[in-house]
């Protein structure tokens, strides 16, 4: 699915979040462990939009790896890698967040922006993000979630049940794709049923923070 919608994939973050998805990532890279000379692994890095941010956007990052499944991701994340000359100090390739090809302890943060929805194990991908994490490292979930205001609750369900999918659709040619993403947002744990399975997984000090009125919810916890 990911590898045909891969050419439209970045035009359509921006659009159907109404840029939102720009902001989400500078808070999420604000959140980043306080150590210098960080390497950090972006999973499910799709184009490598949080791979480049997290690097650009903290001076405590000298390089990074970016994982994903799909292979037309890749290729379109390699390319802005390539054209930012920064193939010296970010990577990307393909691999499974249910089995993270990393030695333990290799890397001090790890992220993944609307992904961990997606990974057919989220117990097991849990574990596997904490296991590469060194000690004092953080994982940095960014993921969907549903407003607790009653009335946006609706509103914004209104938009993503069927406004959402009919533009996604009509632009990259894909309408199911965009079905499963409210779909799968919906059937999705968030706030403290998240929270659990990252206690659960290991993690201390977890957090969530909603972001954009509770769309999206950026999740923290330490090992």
Known sequence: MFDRIAFRY?????????????????????HLPERSNQRILDLATGTGDVLLALYRGSPKVVGGVGLDMSANMLRFGNK????????DHLAMMRSDACAIGSA????????????????????????????????GGRALILEFSLPKNRAFRTLYLFYFRHILPFIGG????????????NASVESFPYGEDFLKLLR?????????????????????GDK
């Open 200 to 220: 659960d997984a290991g993690f201390s000090n977890v957090q969530a923070l909603p972001l954009s009125m509770g769309i999206a919810t950026l999740y923290l």
């Open 80 to 87: 802005k890698v390539k054209d930012a000359g920064l193939t």
């Open 170 to 181: 009509l632009i990259s040619g894909d309408r199911e794709a965009y079905r499963y993403l």
């Open 104 to 135: 333990d302890a290799a890397f001090d943060a790890a992220s993944i922006s609307f992904g961990i929805r997606n990974v057919p194990d989220v117990p097991l991908a849990l574990r596997e993000i904490r296991r590469i994490l060194k000690p």
């Open 10 to 30: 970045d035009l359509l973050n921006r659009l159907l979040s109404f840029r939102q998805d720009v902001a989400w990532r500078k808070r999420l890279c604000a």
